[in-house]
């Protein structure tokens, strides 16, 4: 490799592949130089609060050369930092350059991460005082959601979620208060670690409801995710909310999901609903048992987080700079409306709302003896811009039904994608459990995404697709993957229970495949991985009956793969005798289909590393 990185280079790195370029000899100067780049070129003016952190990275990265690669585990990674959080020499703003302050010091999490050899190089755009989960509430602009453009990012920790899925940086670090660590990453397609309050320190964050803030992880694979959780956690004595480690969760075994019809009954679209079954089934899979619990009471602890005198603690944190002459000018007036609304709330209503949430709080513990962890959908559904538009105290209040209340209980969770929606839109799971669970839903997590599957280690933090027919090495439409910049990582085999089908009507012709109980085969597929923005694209132009579910390879794990609608079966052709598309392709005249011999397929050997 060049000893000097263009933006297309490092786009997607993983923590790994960073770490691999410094073993191959590459200084952290060159790979900072190229995300640098990156970031300069980058055509989405409101992902960035301010300009790249040239000076400061660079500075860092020749730091961090001049010690060994063995004695710091994030030698040269970039990250990004969420503008509510202290950077030393850069202004802390939280989207509202009045209000803005040059801090002495890192935030905590930052020192940590710049302890193990992390280097920040930019500051995010965020709903502003992080009071907002559009992520449209911000003088600088709505970042560009990286799936469709039409649909908001999520807030308020937009920029920190956008620059991760555009594979800017391998991690970034949020904030959570209600669900800003975890909506923007179901809508933008990555993970999003809300760690137990107080499991890393707040000291250096610009608070919102101080007692229920917590700083949080972006990544593209739960692995990334946990690498840096376990170096940012820890006691810290100097921060009043930080807390020492209390006992650590069980393995997950018994699953929670809610009662049916409870999805539907909050409005939730049959498409999202569809999609989070697909997640029910995967956990199904792997051997959990799935216990249906009712809901309500989460729901109903959630809208204490605003609809109670919490709020308060917002007007207590930025309240009277928000009141103060001349603030109006660059204050969201929505944001400014909510802040300095919790002038309302007396004292009494304080302790009348702490008291509602100590009773809620008593009545949720007997549900955590008959589980051991919650999976939820992370939000309701999608939000358009112009849904938020229209009616934004609505549409922000939408986004965090499954969100708001995992603060106020004290809870753990970890928000991913899975169990991908037939329309292409984003779509995102959370596993949730009681405080200090939170290695244990890191291995479900990981788990449910198959991180430990045959393509584990091939991917950079990408999202992997099996393809059976169409989309096949050489075939008619393989170049709606290539032209994504999609790899071939993988040529196997579906487990023994699938049936596949010529579906009629089809052009190009495509197969569908069917899992079946009895009479199955195992049929030829492909792995092929690409950026979590490239899937979600390629996904929304799939035409029905077609779609993305999840397929089970040969050696028992799971991926996500083309499957077929029902009514797409009607006409179809039982192909199955030729265990794959193309050996189906190849044995009949079709000349407006091309079909290229078989030996002319490149072989995929997989070794652990790439191909």
Same mark, same amino acid.
């Given at each position: 490799?060049?000893?000097?990185?263009?933006? *297309?280079?490092? #786009?997607?790195?993983?923590?790994?592949?960073?770490?691999? @370029?410094?073993?191959?000899?590459?200084?952290?100067?060159?790979?900072? *130089?190229?995300?640098?780049?990156?970031?300069?070129?980058?055509?989405?003016?409101?992902?960035?609060?301010?300009?790249?952190?040239?000076?400061?990275?660079?500075?860092?990265?020749?730091?961090?050369?001049?010690?060994?690669?063995?004695?710091?585990?994030?030698?040269?990674?970039?990250?990004?930092?969420?503008?509510?959080?202290?950077?030393?020499?850069?202004?802390?703003?939280?989207?509202?350059?009045?209000?803005?302050?040059?801090?002495?010091?890192?935030?905590?999490?930052?020192?940590?991460?710049?302890?193990?050899?992390?280097?920040?190089?930019?500051?995010? !755009?965020?709903?502003?005082? @992080?009071?907002?989960?559009?992520?449209?509430?911000?003088?600088?602009?709505?970042?560009?959601?990286?799936?469709?453009? !039409?649909? %908001?990012?999520?807030?308020?920790?937009?920029?920190?979620?956008?620059?991760?899925?555009?594979?800017?940086?391998?991690?970034?670090?949020?904030?959570?208060?209600?669900?800003?660590?975890?909506?923007?990453?179901?809508?933008?397609?990555?993970?999003?670690?809300?760690?137990?309050?107080?499991?890393?320190?707040?000291?250096?964050?610009?608070?919102?409801?101080?007692?229920?803030?917590?700083?949080?992880?972006?990544?593209?694979?739960? *692995?990334?995710?946990?690498?840096?959780?376990?170096?940012?956690?820890?006691?810290?004595?100097?921060?009043?909310?930080?807390?020492?480690?209390?006992?650590?969760?069980?393995? $997950?075994?018994?699953?929670?999901?809610?009662?049916?019809?409870?999805?539907?009954?909050?409005?939730? *679209?049959?498409?999202?609903?569809?999609? +989070?079954?697909?997640?029910?089934? %995967?956990?199904?899979?792997?051997?959990?048992?799935?216990?249906?619990?009712?809901?309500?009471?989460?729901?109903?602890?959630?809208?204490?987080?605003?609809?109670?005198?919490?709020?308060?603690?917002?007007?207590?944190?930025?309240?009277? +700079? #928000?009141?103060?002459?001349?603030?109006?000018?660059?204050?969201?007036?929505?944001?400014?409306?909510?802040?300095?609304?919790?002038?309302?709330?007396?004292?009494?209503? @304080?302790?009348?709302?702490?008291?509602?949430?100590?009773?809620?709080? &008593?009545?949720?513990?007997?549900?955590?003896?008959?589980?051991?962890?919650?999976?939820?959908?992370?939000?309701?559904?999608?939000?358009?811009?112009?849904?938020?538009?229209? =009616?934004?105290?609505?549409?922000?209040?939408?986004?965090?039904?499954?969100?708001?209340?995992?603060?106020?209980?004290?809870?753990?969770?970890?928000?991913?994608?899975?169990?991908?929606?037939?329309?292409?839109?984003?779509?995102?799971?959370?596993?949730? @459990?009681?405080?200090?669970?939170?290695?244990?839903?890191?291995?479900?997590?990981?788990? #449910?995404?198959?991180?430990?599957?045959?393509?584990?280690?091939?991917?950079?933090?990408?999202?992997?697709?099996?393809?059976?027919?169409?989309?096949?090495?050489?075939?008619? #439409?393989?170049?709606?993957?290539?032209?994504?910049?999609?790899?071939?990582?993988?040529?196997?085999?579906?487990?023994?229970?699938?049936?596949? +089908?010529?579906?009629?009507?089809?052009?190009?012709?495509?197969? /569908?495949?069917?899992? $079946?109980?009895?009479?199955?085969?195992?049929? $030829?597929?492909?792995?092929? &991985?690409?950026?979590?923005?490239? +899937?979600?694209?390629?996904?929304?132009?799939?035409?029905?009956?077609?779609? $993305?579910?999840?397929?089970?390879?040969? =050696? /028992?794990?799971?991926?996500?793969?083309?499957?077929?609608?029902?009514?797409?079966?009607?006409?179809?052709?039982?192909?199955?005798?030729?265990?794959?598309?193309? &050996?189906?392709?190849?044995?009949?005249?079709?000349?407006?289909?091309?079909?290229?011999?078989?030996?002319?397929?490149?072989?995929?050997?997989?070794?652990?590393?790439?191909?």
């Amino acid at each position: 490799m060049s000893e000097i990185l263009g933006p *297309a280079d490092i #786009l997607g790195w993983s923590i790994d592949d960073h770490l691999a @370029a410094r073993q191959r000899g590459l200084t952290a100067a060159v790979t900072i *130089a190229g995300v640098l780049a990156a970031l300069g070129q980058l055509d989405d003016p409101a992902v960035l609060i301010g300009s790249p952190l040239v000076e400061i990275a660079m500075a860092a990265a020749r730091a961090v050369d001049r010690q060994g690669l063995s004695s710091l585990p994030l030698h040269g990674v970039p990250f990004v930092v969420k503008d509510n959080i202290d950077v030393v020499g850069v202004a802390t703003t939280c989207g509202c350059p009045s209000y803005a302050y040059l801090p002495e010091h890192d935030a905590a999490v930052v020192a940590r991460l710049r302890a193990a050899g992390a280097i920040p190089v930019a500051k995010t !755009n965020l709903d502003q005082f @992080a009071t907002g989960l559009v992520g449209t509430r911000s003088p600088h602009g709505t970042p560009r959601n990286p799936i469709d453009p !039409n649909l %908001i990012p999520g807030g308020s920790s937009s920029g920190s979620a956008v620059a991760v899925a555009l594979g800017l940086v391998p991690f970034s670090i949020g904030t959570d208060t209600a669900g800003s660590g975890r909506v923007p990453a179901a809508m933008c397609g990555i993970v999003g670690l809300k760690p137990t309050v107080g499991r890393f320190p707040s000291l250096g964050m610009a608070p919102a409801v101080r007692r229920f803030d917590c700083p949080s992880v972006f990544a593209r694979s739960i *692995a990334d995710a946990r690498r840096v959780a376990d170096l940012v956690a820890g006691w810290e004595p100097s921060d009043p909310y930080s807390r020492r480690p209390g006992e650590t969760g069980k393995a $997950v075994r018994r699953l929670g999901v809610p009662r049916p019809g409870d999805l539907q009954a909050l409005g939730m *679209a049959s498409a999202a609903s569809a999609a +989070f079954d697909g997640a029910v089934a %995967i956990a199904r899979s792997l051997g959990l048992a799935i216990m249906e619990v009712d809901i309500a009471i989460f729901l109903e602890t959630g809208r204490l987080l605003y609809g109670g005198a919490f709020v308060a603690e917002r007007t207590a944190a930025v309240g009277a +700079f #928000l009141e103060r002459e001349g603030a109006e000018a660059d204050a969201d007036p929505i944001v400014s409306a909510i802040i300095t609304g919790g002038r309302i709330h007396s004292a009494v209503d @304080a302790y009348r709302s702490e008291y509602q949430l100590a009773d809620l709080r &008593a009545r949720t513990e007997p549900l955590w003896d008959t589980i051991d962890a919650l999976l939820l959908p992370t939000t309701v559904g999608v939000a358009s811009l112009a849904d938020v538009a229209a =009616d934004p105290i609505a549409a922000n209040a939408r986004m965090g039904v499954f969100t708001t209340f995992a603060n106020l209980l004290d809870l753990a969770v970890i928000a991913f994608p899975l169990g991908a929606r037939l329309d292409g839109m984003p779509s995102g799971v959370q596993v949730i @459990a009681p405080a200090w669970a939170d290695d244990a839903l890191a291995d479900l997590a990981g788990s #449910l995404l198959a991180e430990d599957g045959p393509t584990a280690g091939l991917r950079r933090g990408e999202r992997a697709l099996a393809v059976v027919g169409a989309h096949l090495s050489g075939m008619a #439409l393989n170049h709606q993957l290539t032209c994504r910049g999609a790899r071939l990582v993988l040529q196997t085999t579906t487990a023994a229970n699938y049936r596949l +089908f010529a579906l009629a009507g089809t052009v190009p012709p495509k197969p /569908g495949l069917q899992r $079946v109980v009895d009479g199955g085969a195992s049929i $030829v597929v492909e792995v092929w &991985a690409m950026a979590p923005s490239a +899937f979600a694209s390629f996904v929304a132009e799939i035409p029905p009956p077609l779609g $993305v579910g999840s397929i089970e390879l040969a =050696d /028992g794990s799971w991926e996500k793969g083309f499957v077929c609608e029902p009514v797409g079966f009607e006409g179809a052709t039982d192909i199955t005798a030729f265990a794959g598309w193309r &050996a189906y392709v190849a044995s009949i005249p079709a000349p407006h289909v091309s079909s290229p011999p078989v030996s002319s397929v490149p072989t995929i050997l997989v070794s652990g590393g790439q191909p």
